[in-house]
């Protein structure tokens, strides 16, 4: 049974975990700032954070995979950490960091409804309204975000365009965690990670040297030194750091306890771009909150 400090530890890791990850589209926009591309952003963060997870995988001992897991492994990698990593981080050239996390924090709802659906099985009522709950949550900041570019610096086109892309980065995301189910089961989350990560990164490698290729500029793969400041800081504690705290707050204190103390990222979210980047902060950013969460909250518990 777990103790009073076990509990408590566990849900300290769960809430600064979700803050730290809620924090990286606050610094990827500082990165975009300070001149750096999507693809550059993309190949040092998984390039640096790659080996940590390689070494982890060694160390928990490396299984033969299976000739047919392999086209599993390979849509998990490229779908799972490059594509939907690379679409949500895009959308931050269009879209405020608000509504950039909403959309990616609802990608449960599309979990379920897809297990639901592969399934062949309708998806409870009780998961019905909460997925309506989540997406009617998006709605609204979408609706209030569209409404307000037409007087802001952001075109109305700018911001359809950008929740366009985070939604698909959701979409992405969810058919890799569907995906990645039985191989995490069949192999650990350790091997399956490093495998994964190892296609990504190999994907990652190839666009961005075909961009740099293509536009004639090196700086794409070797950026300014100034630079690597951000780098680091997103790899670190925007990706590693709190990967492994949420890693271990589900060891202590369960998947379900750690998916609602996770609620807690959006609202940083919302904090830390109200504070850094002036993005502003409406009654509609927080009916669209406490639908989202109050939506995450009963998928988690149903799905716990």
Avoid at 72 to 84: E, K, S
Wanted: overall charge positive.
């Amino acid at each position: 049974m777990a103790t009073k400090n076990t509990i408590f530890s566990g849900f300290m890791l769960a809430i600064v975990g979700a803050i730290l990850f809620s924090a990286k589209g606050l610094l990827i926009k500082y990165a975009y700032s300070d001149g750096l591309a999507t693809e550059t952003i993309l190949l040092y963060r998984m390039g640096l954070a790659f080996p940590v997870f390689a070494f982890i995988a060694l160390k928990k001992g490396i299984k033969s995979f299976d000739a047919r897991d392999i086209p599993g492994i390979l849509f998990c990698g490229i779908f799972g950490y490059y594509l939907a990593a690379w679409l949500s981080f895009y959308s931050l050239h269009f879209i405020s960091v608000q509504l950039e996390r909403i959309i990616l924090f609802s990608y449960p709802s599309l979990v379920v409804l897809g297990t639901a659906i592969l399934a062949r099985r309708l998806p409870s009522p009780k998961v019905i309204v909460a997925a309506l709950l989540s997406y009617l949550g998006v709605i609204t900041i979408f609706a209030s975000e569209w409404l307000n570019s037409k007087t802001g610096t952001q075109t109305s086109v700018d911001v359809a365009f950008g929740t366009a892309l985070v939604g698909l980065s959701a979409a992405f995301f969810a058919a890799y965690v569907i995906a990645s189910k039985r191989l995490i089961g069949k192999y650990g989350s350790a091997t399956f990670t490093g495998a994964s990560m190892s296609v990504s990164t190999v994907a990652i490698i190839i666009h961005t040297s075909a961009v740099a290729f293509n536009h004639s500029d090196l700086t794409l793969i070797i950026p300014p030194a100034n630079s690597l400041p951000i780098i680091l800081i997103l790899t670190f504690f925007g990706t590693l750091i709190p990967t492994f705290m949420l890693s271990e707050a589900v060891a202590r204190i369960g998947t379900e306890r750690t998916a609602i103390s996770g609620t807690v990222g959006p609202l940083a979210a919302s904090l830390l771009a109200v504070l850094f980047l002036n993005e502003a902060f409406t009654p509609y950013h927080a009916l669209s909150l406490a639908l989202c969460t109050l939506g995450i909250i009963l998928i988690a518990k149903r799905t716990a």
